[in-house]
């Protein structure tokens, strides 16, 4: 027996969104899925959708600008609201996503200053929703690079004289 699919839905699709996008689609998608996308710039959702479809072959995801983020909620219902935006917004999106029911995950740095921080910690009190602070450099093409070099047995440890 499968676990239900858990929906997420993204805001900001700069190039953070990648690797998540790529997370759902891909190696997560039997218990995932992408609802949605959201952000100041059409032009970025409509690259994203353009790859979701050469990629999955599925319809294009609903789009919403960044002001229709409730809207966006109401309509797409996602359980997780993936934060992807300029730090200095993360608050913004993190504190109305719990409101309206949704848990979220963010970007390293969760935000840019201790008021913002402040209202985050608030909100999770307030509302009981959950909060994922993640940090996606460790999936660089570098240090993922690393990585496999490790488990391949690459690296040994060297040997100490008697």
């Excluded at 759902?24 to 970025?44: F, K, P």
């Excluded at 390293?108 to 913002?116: E, Y």
């Excluded at 602070?133 to 690459?154: D, H, K, M, S």
Aim: charged letters at 25%.
């Amino acid at each position: 027996m499968s676990s239900p699919q858990r929906r997420y839905a993204l805001v900001g699709t700069g190039g953070r969104a990648r690797m998540y996008i790529n997370a759902i689609l891909g190696d997560y998608a039997q218990w995932n899925e992408l609802v949605a996308l959201c952000d100041i710039s059409q032009t970025r959702m409509d690259f994203y959708n353009q790859q979701i479809q050469e990629r999955s072959g599925s319809d294009p995801l609903p789009t919403y600008h960044a002001e229709d983020f409730d809207r966006m909620i109401a309509e797409t219902k996602p359980d997780v609201v993936i934060v992807t935006t300029m730090d200095a917004t993360h608050h913004q999106y993190i504190c109305r996503a719990m409101e309206l029911g949704c848990d979220a995950i963010t970007e390293k740095p969760m935000t840019t200053d201790d008021a913002k921080a402040r209202q985050i910690f608030d909100t999770i009190e307030k509302t009981g929703r959950s909060l994922r602070v993640t940090f996606n450099y460790r999936y660089a093409p570098l240090a993922t690079a690393v990585r496999e070099l490790i488990l391949q047995g690459a690296t040994r440890r060297p040997r100490l004289p008697p």
